[in-house]
């Protein structure tokens, strides 16, 4: 770096001349000649301290922008932001006929061109271009060099090149022909000469000027070459102090030398005409002219340092190689000739090397060049990756970059693999990803956006070259175990192995699933090297830091690249294992230091970090080696036929594995793949990716009970994806999601099927009971028919035979029942999408067949139908059966015969006629009985609830199974329900407190509306109080207001916080009171209700409650965080949050249980008294945190309810989707409404969701839903008083063309019909507002109640005050009757449908 007094001299020169230039030239008429000069020796004089530093030689930015620092730069700036001088020396004296003048301007212009636009500056100067052609071909040495030199910087814009198109045809090869005699005359001087070492002799300043032969070169252990006395002596010292002879001041001219234009000399001249054939180099059109000029004998003189020793003069040699080895044929001839040799000879560390990385990352371009490369002689390409390998830890961040490149296509080939390898390449290549600068810089450190583009563009080539090597190892060891196999079974067949110097083309799909398979147990090195060098955490580190970046183009393709590798490497179990740990995060993320590998993965793969469809597919591609890894269960253990094993039999690694994904909720991320609609040209591989993971984790007996409950199975959502693809080009992508589908749903339901796409597990259930049926028909009524059938055709010798013989009576007197309906005689898919099948169906029921069995046997063969009578018809897919009875094979032999069962698979495709049903086996025997027992099953199939144990099947009659019936069942009539009730215990019948429910919890009758007309506040949250006598609701301002129930007037004001009050609730003895608010200080209070209203303590979190028991704690939540805090003191007793475990659920608030035993916050159970986290459930929303059932055996979690004792999930409730939830006092019925949060768009959620605007009830028995009530606004909160006879609705509407915002409080009363006649004026102004009670099956008979409303209401709650006797009383516990208790008890699962 220059220092501080050499730049303010240079630069108060500079600024000297060039007032001068304006004084003396500009506004006068003296010569510039001498003002010019001084420039060109300021400029040069910099520009060569500038090239001292060792720049990047392939950097051609403005030396300014290379670095800030440097003198040229500033001077540069200086002189260019003169216009005036520019347009002189850019037009002005250059048309002027004065040689000297001509020449210095042209020198001037040759020291300017690093810091000018050669585009912008010579667009509109065509005259002064067109001189500068004439004079590179006239006799003037200086002005002929310094114009080839300024042509060089014009041509590199290809616009200009082609508008000067013949000028170039012409002088390129002029200019050969002048650099053969100018090597030609060099020879001959040489041999007069020769004297080794001379060079040195020289100054500094002046070595460019001198050529002399460097004598005998050696090359080092390093590959160098050095002069001989430098080698002996690079490290030793003189007396003193001084540098001996093999100091940086002498090898400097080696390494670098100079770059000054001035004395022209030889070396300037043939430095300055490469310069202008390397941008003519590129053109097809100038290939003849460089074949025919020997170009390349050209190169060979440069390249070879015997001959010549200027570095720089060879670097511009070097370039001019790499620009004619863009042509194919070029390289080819290049390589025929002994080129590479040629590379060996360039000394090392040296300009002239860093070039050859260019030059070789263009031979690796073309595959025919590289199989030419990979011909030449093992000891050949040792040395040539031993440059490859230099110039990965050289100085010059272009030579590392080009020599990556280069790797990227050479790994490919299995001849450089192998000697990259032994050198020991995966090392070095993985340093330059480890040592870049933006992977380990601190927190807050500031990049340019040059050094931001050079970083990431090094990282991303990178990832490509770890790609390309890994696959590579993969195709190598794939095939080795496909030989292994092919050798196995026959041993004389010959083995075709990878050729080397061919390069490795596979399907890495096939691959990585065939290593998947028997990598168990073997041994992997590049997985090995990959973990030791902590790969994975590198790798991960990569992925977090560029998904990060904005604007960054290549930010898609560089994490795919990296993903890539990363699953080439997860199919090694020890890899697998480094990704279920927690990895250290960069500094860029000062929040979070460490992350869970995997949960970076699922980040990927889901959409909303980074949304690319190829990035979403790598990810899932090492999710799938993951979750889908085999087991290593000994070869002759047993496993179900389904495919899943128990998972107490499975493998420590592989439960290890699943119980790695599931706590980062990994489930939720593949469900929502499954729906994905976007990318439109990827989501259809994508889902197929998806399914086949979901496939892996079902073999979890924990994952399959928990997806055994899901809608997506439950509500035949995954047969509706099979249907139809995405988009209809992508057919076979459709296909395989098809074939894994189909597989999911046979894990789950826990037995092979061949489903139909519009089925659902209760239809499954329900054929599996139809195919376990024993079909019994009386055999007498089928000859019975026989005989009338004969009659009825006429042959009436065979009737009466058959009537004696099987001794039947002489006239019927059976008489056929016409059907009960008309879809009788139907193929049951119609009303259940499934259609059964058996042999007896593929031919008409005349189709001759063997006779009958005896007249004594009444069984069709005694023995249950065998499940494979049981088929599903696809209609709507034309997927054969294949998809779905392959055969199953494991280890390699599956994998052998993967291409041939794909090529199959796509070849059904266009046999779209063709069903499930033309495949049925054609030699099975057919006979009457079976046509006859298919018959009956089909009738069987039709019945609501079918059992296995039926009566006899009547050819006359149609058969239907018997309803579940029940004893004293209540009366759906209200008023006969309580009649009865008067008279008989159970409240009139059995679900009789059910039906009371119901009844009461879906009539609301609004009686008042409070609303802020002074003030105008917005109310956002309401409660009760303790004593039921008043409401309190907090505005969106922070105030609370206390409105008096009865009286409906406002009390008090509080003001509580600086912003909305988002949660209210006052304790059970009524004397404190919780607040939290959306922001502010504090953001949460606690408020003494005694005598006055005072705040006893703030917190910072952002919502708080009081424990439920004993009122002595609150709990507070701040994120993913809880606190809990002592009432008394406010001081906090415990924070409960774990790293690995937290959920990050959006809209998360920790609860008590009703013992306050435990907390449930962020979706993970937390023991209150020993402060660890007892379980953590899978999330399956990014929102709702959920609640505990007060009945303290359920957590709800938006829709999933879950069993606190054993950790599985019960069942899914889809209306409670984001949904927030209130229960009554007596915990039977829950309230659900759809809250907007933070800033959501009120109107936008309620066009997101149907019940935006309404509020719905529940049965908390069995979650039912009783009534939906629309309230025709968005509601805020809602809440009961602790007798349930009123509800409070904060209801607020936002007018979409003011953009108004108003809210109001409606007081409900529960259980109260609204009057016809006399509806309130709140109502009025809510014109056609009425509560959605569609469903209600009571609407029927309330005109036929006895008594008033009042009454009526009053016998309700009389009932519903002793729902835990009845409750009791419903399971069988109270009942004397034993007939009664075992009705109810075999029937107990059916509850809801008597609703």
Same mark, same amino acid.
């Given at each position: 770096?220059? !220092?501080?007094?050499?730049?303010?001299?240079?630069?108060?020169?500079?600024?000297?001349?060039?007032?001068?230039?304006?004084?003396?030239?500009?506004?006068?008429?003296?010569?510039?000649?001498?003002?010019?000069?001084?420039?060109?020796?300021?400029?040069?004089?910099? /520009?060569?301290?500038?090239?001292?530093?060792?720049?990047?030689?392939?950097?051609?930015?403005?030396?300014?922008?290379?670095?800030?620092?440097?003198?040229?730069?500033?001077?540069?700036?200086?002189?260019?932001?003169?216009?005036?001088?520019?347009?002189?020396?850019?037009?002005?004296?250059?048309?002027?006929?004065?040689?000297?003048?001509?020449?210095?301007?042209?020198?001037?212009?040759?020291?300017?061109?690093?810091?000018?636009?050669?585009?912008?500056?010579?667009?509109?100067?065509?005259?002064?271009?067109?001189?500068?052609?004439?004079?590179?071909?006239?006799?003037?040495?200086?002005?002929?060099?310094?114009?080839?030199?300024?042509?060089?910087?014009?041509?590199?814009?290809?616009?200009?090149?082609?508008?000067?198109?013949?000028?170039?045809?012409?002088?390129?090869?002029?200019?050969?022909?002048?650099?053969?005699?100018?090597?030609?005359?060099?020879?001959?001087?040489?041999?007069? +000469?020769?004297?080794?070492?001379?060079?040195?002799?020289?100054?500094?300043?002046?070595?460019?000027?001198?050529?002399?032969?460097?004598?005998?070169?050696?090359?080092?252990?390093?590959?160098?070459?050095? %002069?001989?006395?430098?080698?002996?002596?690079?490290?030793?010292?003189?007396?003193?102090?001084?540098?001996?002879?093999?100091?940086?001041?002498?090898?400097?001219?080696?390494?670098?030398?100079?770059?000054?234009?001035?004395?022209?000399?030889?070396?300037?001249?043939?430095?300055?005409?490469?310069?202008?054939?390397?941008?003519?180099?590129?053109?097809?059109?100038?290939?003849?002219?460089?074949?025919?000029?020997?170009?390349?004998?050209?190169?060979?003189? &440069?390249?070879?340092?015997?001959?010549?020793?200027?570095?720089?003069?060879?670097?511009?040699?070097?370039?001019?190689?790499?620009?004619?080895?863009?042509?194919?044929?070029?390289?080819?001839?290049?390589?025929?000739?002994?080129?590479?040799?040629?590379?060996?000879?360039? %000394?090392?560390?040296?300009?002239?090397?860093?070039?050859?990385?260019?030059?070789?990352?263009?031979?690796?371009?073309?595959?025919?060049?590289?199989?030419?490369?990979?011909?030449?002689?093992?000891?050949?390409?040792?040395?040539?990756?031993?440059?490859?390998?230099?110039?990965?830890?050289?100085?010059?961040?272009?030579?590392?970059?080009?020599?990556?490149?280069?790797?990227?296509?050479?790994?490919?080939?299995?001849?450089?693999?192998?000697?990259?390898?032994?050198?020991?390449?995966?090392?070095?290549?993985?340093?330059?990803?480890?040592?870049?600068?933006?992977?380990?810089?601190?927190?807050?450190?500031?990049? +340019?956006?040059?050094?931001?583009?050079?970083?990431?563009?090094?990282?991303?080539?990178?990832?490509?070259?770890?790609?390309?090597?890994?696959? !590579?190892?993969?195709?190598?060891?794939?095939?080795?175990?496909? *030989?292994?196999?092919?050798?196995?079974?026959?041993?004389?067949?010959?083995?075709?192995?990878?050729?080397?110097?061919?390069?490795?083309?596979?399907?890495?799909?096939?691959?990585?699933?065939?290593?998947?398979?028997?990598?168990?147990?073997?041994?992997?090195?590049?997985?090995?090297?990959?973990?030791?060098?902590?790969?994975?955490?590198?790798?991960?580190?990569?992925?977090?830091?560029?998904?990060?970046?904005?604007?960054?183009?290549?930010?898609?393709?560089?994490?795919?690249?990296?993903?890539?590798?990363?699953?080439?490497?997860?199919?090694?179990?020890?890899?697998?294992?480094?990704?279920?740990?927690?990895?250290?995060?960069?500094?860029?993320?000062?929040?979070?230091?460490?992350?869970?590998?995997?949960?970076?993965?699922?980040?990927?793969?889901?959409?909303?970090?980074?949304?690319?469809?190829?990035?979403?597919?790598?990810?899932?591609?090492?999710?799938?080696?993951?979750?889908?890894?085999?087991?290593?269960?000994?070869?002759?253990?047993?496993?179900?036929?389904?495919?899943?094993?128990?998972?107490?039999? *499975?493998?420590?690694?592989?439960?290890?594995?699943?119980?790695?994904?599931?706590?980062?909720?990994?489930?939720?991320?593949?469900?929502?793949?499954?729906?994905?609609?976007?990318?439109?040209?990827?989501?259809?591989?994508?889902?197929?990716?998806?399914?086949?993971?979901?496939?892996?984790?079902?073999?979890?007996?924990?994952?399959?009970?928990?997806?055994?409950?899901?809608?997506?199975?439950?509500?035949?959502?995954?047969?509706?994806?099979?249907?139809?693809?995405?988009? *209809?080009?992508?057919?076979?992508?459709?296909?395989?999601?098809?074939?894994?589908?189909?597989?999911?749903?046979?894990?789950?339901?826990?037995?092979?099927?061949?489903?139909?796409?519009?089925?659902?597990?209760?239809?499954?259930?329900?054929?599996?009971?139809?195919?376990?049926?024993?079909?019994? &028909?009386?055999?007498?009524?089928?000859?019975?028919?026989?005989?009338?059938?004969?009659?009825?055709?006429?042959?009436?010798?065979?009737?009466?035979?058959?009537?004696?013989?099987?001794?039947?009576?002489?006239?019927?007197?059976?008489?056929?029942?016409?059907?009960?309906?008309?879809?009788?005689?139907?193929?049951?898919?119609? *009303?259940?999408?499934?259609?059964?099948?058996?042999?007896?169906?593929?031919?008409?029921?005349?189709?001759?067949?063997?006779?009958?069995?005896?007249?004594? /046997?009444?069984?069709?063969?005694?023995?249950?139908?065998?499940?494979?009578?049981?088929?599903?018809?696809?209609?709507?897919?034309?997927?054969?059966?294949?998809?779905?009875?392959?055969?199953?094979?494991?280890?390699?032999?599956?994998?052998?015969?993967?291409?041939?069962?794909?090529?199959?698979?796509?070849?059904?495709?266009?046999?779209?006629?063709?069903?499930?049903?033309?495949?049925?086996?054609?030699?099975?025997?057919?006979?009457?009985?079976?046509?006859?027992?298919?018959?009956?099953?089909?009738?069987?199939?039709?019945?609501?609830?079918?059992?296995?144990?039926?009566?006899?099947?009547?050819?006359?009659?149609?058969?239907?199974?018997?309803?579940?019936?029940?004893?004293?069942?209540?009366?759906?009539?209200?008023?006969?329900?309580?009649?009865?009730?008067?008279?008989?215990?159970? &409240?009139?019948?059995?679900?009789?407190?059910?039906?009371?429910?119901?009844?009461?919890?879906?009539?609301?009758?609004?009686?008042?509306?409070?609303?802020?007309?002074?003030?105008?506040?917005?109310?956002?949250?309401? +409660?009760?109080?303790?004593?039921?006598?008043?409401?309190?609701?907090?505005?969106?301002?922070?105030?609370?207001?206390?409105?008096?129930?009865?009286?409906?007037?406002?009390?008090?004001?509080?003001?509580?916080?600086?912003?909305?009050?988002?949660?209210?609730?006052?304790?059970?003895?009524?004397?404190?009171?919780?607040?939290?608010?959306?922001?502010?200080?504090?953001?949460?209070?606690?408020?003494?209700?005694?005598?006055?209203?005072?705040?006893?303590?703030?917190?910072?979190?952002?919502?708080?409650?009081?424990?439920?028991?004993?009122?002595?704690?609150?709990?507070?939540?701040?994120?993913?965080?809880?606190?809990?805090?002592?009432?008394?003191?406010?001081?906090?007793?415990?924070?409960?949050?774990?790293?690995?475990?937290?959920?990050?659920?959006?809209?998360?608030?920790?609860?008590?249980?009703?013992?306050?035993?435990?907390?449930?916050?962020?979706?993970?159970?937390?023991?209150?008294?020993?402060?660890?986290?007892?379980?953590?459930?899978?999330?399956?929303?990014?929102?709702?945190?959920?609640?505990?059932?007060?009945?303290?055996?359920?957590?709800?979690?938006?829709?999933?309810?879950?069993?606190?004792?054993?950790?599985?999930?019960?069942?899914?409730?889809?209306?409670?989707?984001?949904?927030?939830?209130?229960?009554?006092?007596?915990?039977?019925?829950?309230?659900?409404?759809?809250?907007?949060?933070?800033?959501?768009?009120?109107?936008?959620?309620?066009?997101?969701?149907?019940?935006?605007?309404?509020?719905?009830?529940?049965?908390?028995?069995?979650?039912?839903?009783?009534?939906?009530?629309?309230?025709?606004?968005?509601?805020?909160?809602?809440?009961?008083?602790?007798?349930?006879?009123?509800?409070?609705?904060?209801?607020?509407?936002?007018? /979409?063309?003011?953009?108004?915002?108003?809210?109001?409080?409606?007081?409900?009363?529960?259980?109260?019909?609204?009057?016809?006649?006399?509806?309130?004026?709140?109502?009025?102004?809510?014109?056609?507002?009425?509560?959605?009670?569609?469903?209600?099956?009571?609407?029927?008979?309330?005109?036929?109640?006895?008594?008033?409303?009042?009454?009526?209401?009053?016998?309700?709650?009389?009932?519903?005050?002793?729902?835990?006797?009845?409750?009791?009383?419903?399971?069988?516990?109270?009942?004397?009757?034993?007939?009664?208790?075992?009705?109810?008890?075999?029937?107990?699962?059916?509850?809801?449908?008597?609703?």
């Amino acid at each position: 770096m220059p !220092s501080s007094s050499n730049q303010i001299d240079a630069l108060a020169a500079t600024a000297a001349l060039m007032e001068r230039w304006n004084r003396e030239c500009y506004q006068g008429s003296a010569t510039p000649i001498d003002i010019l000069k001084s420039l060109c020796e300021i400029v040069e004089q910099q /520009t060569e301290a500038y090239f001292k530093t060792d720049p990047d030689p392939f950097d051609d930015r403005h030396p300014g922008r290379a670095d800030p620092n440097c003198t040229l730069g500033h001077v540069l700036k200086m002189i260019l932001k003169n216009d005036d001088f520019i347009r002189s020396i850019s037009h002005t004296y250059l048309s002027r006929d004065q040689s000297d003048l001509n020449v210095i301007t042209c020198r001037v212009l040759l020291n300017l061109m690093p810091g000018l636009e050669a585009s912008a500056v010579f667009k509109d100067e065509t005259s002064s271009v067109n001189k500068f052609f004439r004079w590179a071909e006239g006799r003037n040495d200086q002005l002929k060099s310094y114009s080839i030199g300024i042509l060089s910087y014009i041509m590199e814009c290809q616009e200009n090149a082609s508008v000067y198109k013949e000028q170039n045809h012409k002088l390129v090869p002029i200019l050969m022909r002048q650099l053969h005699s100018i090597i030609d005359e060099r020879k001959k001087s040489s041999s007069k +000469t020769n004297r080794p070492f001379s060079q040195f002799a020289s100054s500094s300043e002046n070595a460019g000027a001198v050529v002399m032969d460097t004598g005998d070169i050696q090359t080092n252990t390093h590959g160098s070459a050095l %002069p001989d006395h430098v080698l002996a002596d690079s490290t030793s010292k003189g007396a003193g102090g001084e540098f001996s002879n093999s100091s940086w001041q002498e090898m400097e001219p080696l390494y670098i030398q100079s770059y000054q234009i001035y004395p022209v000399t030889p070396e300037v001249q043939q430095r300055l005409i490469l310069s202008y054939l390397t941008p003519m180099g590129e053109y097809q059109e100038l290939l003849p002219e460089v074949f025919q000029n020997r170009a390349m004998d050209i190169v060979f003189h &440069y390249l070879d340092y015997q001959k010549n020793c200027d570095v720089r003069l060879g670097f511009a040699a070097v370039r001019y190689l790499a620009s004619l080895l863009c042509h194919k044929k070029f390289g080819i001839e290049f390589i025929n000739n002994g080129g590479l040799g040629k590379f060996l000879s360039v %000394p090392r560390p040296s300009l002239a090397a860093t070039g050859l990385s260019l030059s070789l990352y263009y031979l690796a371009f073309f595959e025919d060049t590289m199989e030419r490369v990979c011909m030449q002689s093992t000891e050949l390409l040792t040395e040539l990756l031993n440059i490859i390998l230099w110039l990965l830890e050289c100085s010059h961040q272009s030579g590392r970059m080009h020599a990556v490149m280069f790797l990227s296509n050479a790994l490919a080939f299995k001849a450089v693999l192998t000697i990259f390898d032994e050198m020991d390449g995966l090392r070095k290549l993985y340093n330059v990803l480890s040592t870049s600068q933006l992977l380990n810089c601190e927190a807050g450190t500031e990049f +340019t956006d040059d050094q931001m583009y050079v970083f990431r563009q090094g990282i991303r080539h990178v990832a490509f070259a770890l790609k390309k090597y890994y696959e !590579s190892h993969a195709c190598i060891m794939a095939d080795t175990i496909r *030989q292994s196999v092919v050798a196995h079974h026959d041993r004389d067949s010959p083995s075709a192995e990878l050729s080397p110097y061919k390069i490795m083309k596979s399907s890495v799909a096939e691959d990585l699933a065939l290593l998947l398979e028997c990598m168990q147990k073997k041994y992997w090195k590049p997985a090995v090297v990959f973990r030791n060098l902590n790969g994975v955490e590198l790798f991960l580190k990569a992925i977090t830091l560029i998904a990060d970046m904005p604007a960054y183009n290549g930010k898609a393709e560089s994490v795919r690249w990296l993903l890539d590798t990363l699953a080439v490497c997860s199919v090694y179990p020890q890899i697998q294992l480094e990704l279920c740990k927690t990895v250290d995060l960069p500094d860029h993320f000062p929040d979070r230091l460490s992350s869970p590998a995997i949960s970076i993965i699922l980040a990927m793969a889901d959409t909303d970090i980074l949304c690319d469809a190829e990035v979403q597919k790598s990810a899932l591609n090492i999710i799938i080696n993951l979750v889908c890894a085999p087991s290593d269960k000994p070869p002759g253990s047993s496993v179900h036929r389904r495919g899943r094993s128990n998972s107490a039999t *499975q493998s420590p690694f592989l439960q290890s594995l699943w119980d790695a994904f599931r706590q980062n909720n990994g489930i939720m991320v593949l469900l929502k793949l499954l729906g994905i609609q976007a990318p439109l040209t990827g989501a259809d591989a994508i889902r197929a990716l998806a399914c086949q993971a979901l496939v892996g984790l079902s073999r979890s007996d924990g994952m399959c009970q928990i997806m055994s409950k899901l809608p997506l199975f439950n509500n035949g959502q995954l047969q509706v994806l099979m249907k139809e693809p995405v988009l *209809q080009d992508k057919r076979y992508e459709q296909l395989k999601f098809c074939k894994y589908a189909s597989q999911l749903i046979e894990q789950v339901c826990g037995r092979p099927q061949n489903l139909a796409t519009d089925t659902s597990l209760e239809h499954i259930r329900k054929a599996e009971v139809v195919a376990q049926t024993k079909i019994i &028909y009386k055999e007498k009524e089928l000859l019975q028919l026989i005989h009338d059938h004969l009659q009825q055709k006429g042959l009436d010798k065979a009737a009466a035979a058959l009537q004696k013989e099987a001794n039947l009576p002489v006239k019927s007197c059976l008489v056929v029942a016409p059907p009960t309906t008309s879809q009788f005689f139907e193929s049951p898919v119609s *009303q259940h999408g499934l259609q059964l099948s058996s042999p007896g169906a593929m031919k008409p029921i005349g189709t001759p067949g063997t006779p009958g069995s005896s007249a004594g /046997t009444s069984l069709s063969k005694s023995t249950p139908i065998s499940q494979s009578s049981l088929r599903f018809h696809i209609k709507s897919s034309p997927f054969t059966s294949q998809i779905y009875d392959s055969p199953r094979v494991s280890g390699s032999a599956k994998h052998l015969r993967a291409k041939q069962d794909i090529r199959s698979l796509s070849c059904n495709i266009s046999a779209k006629k063709t069903t499930l049903s033309a495949v049925t086996d054609a030699s099975e025997s057919m006979n009457l009985d079976k046509i006859i027992t298919s018959y009956f099953r089909k009738q069987h199939a039709l019945c609501k609830n079918p059992v296995v144990t039926c009566p006899p099947f009547s050819l006359y009659e149609p058969h239907v199974c018997p309803e579940p019936a029940r004893k004293n069942v209540a009366p759906a009539n209200l008023t006969a329900r309580v009649l009865k009730h008067q008279a008989h215990q159970n &409240y009139g019948g059995y679900d009789g407190v059910a039906m009371n429910r119901k009844y009461k919890y879906s009539r609301f009758k609004p009686i008042k509306t409070y609303k802020d007309v002074e003030k105008g506040s917005l109310y956002t949250c309401c +409660t009760f109080s303790a004593c039921e006598q008043w409401l309190m609701l907090g505005t969106d301002s922070g105030d609370l207001k206390l409105y008096n129930v009865q009286a409906g007037e406002e009390a008090e004001t509080y003001n509580c916080h600086n912003s909305a009050i988002t949660h209210a609730e006052p304790s059970q003895d009524g004397l404190l009171l919780l607040t939290s608010s959306a922001w502010g200080i504090p953001q949460s209070a606690l408020w003494s209700m005694d005598n006055f209203f005072d705040q006893k303590t703030g917190f910072e979190v952002q919502y708080m409650e009081f424990s439920k028991s004993v009122q002595d704690r609150i709990v507070g939540t701040s994120e993913s965080k809880a606190y809990i805090y002592d009432v008394a003191t406010g001081d906090t007793i415990m924070t409960l949050y774990d790293e690995n475990k937290a959920n990050n659920y959006i809209r998360n608030q920790a609860t008590f249980n009703c013992t306050d035993d435990l907390i449930l916050s962020d979706g993970v159970l937390w023991d209150v008294m020993s402060g660890k986290a007892v379980h953590k459930f899978d999330k399956f929303n990014p929102s709702v945190s959920g609640l505990f059932h007060p009945l303290g055996l359920e957590v709800i979690i938006n829709s999933e309810i879950w069993d606190l004792r054993t950790f599985k999930l019960l069942h899914t409730v889809p209306a409670l989707n984001q949904c927030q939830i209130k229960f009554s006092h007596d915990s039977s019925v829950l309230y659900g409404a759809v809250i907007p949060f933070d800033d959501e768009e009120e109107d936008g959620i309620n066009r997101r969701n149907l019940y935006g605007s309404s509020f719905r009830t529940f049965d908390a028995r069995n979650y039912n839903c009783l009534a939906t009530i629309d309230a025709k606004r968005s509601i805020s909160d809602l809440c009961t008083d602790k007798f349930d006879i009123l509800l409070a609705v904060v209801e607020s509407h936002k007018d /979409t063309d003011t953009l108004v915002e108003d809210s109001q409080c409606r007081l409900y009363e529960i259980g109260a019909i609204k009057d016809a006649e006399g509806m309130t004026q709140e109502e009025d102004d809510d014109e056609g507002e009425h509560d959605d009670d569609d469903d209600d099956e009571d609407d029927e008979v309330e005109d036929d109640m006895g008594g008033s409303d009042g009454e009526i209401i009053d016998i309700v709650d009389e009932v519903d005050a002793d729902d835990d006797e009845t409750d009791d009383a419903e399971n069988g516990n109270s009942s004397t009757d034993d007939e009664e208790f075992e009705n109810i008890f075999i029937n107990a699962s059916d509850l809801s449908d008597s609703d």
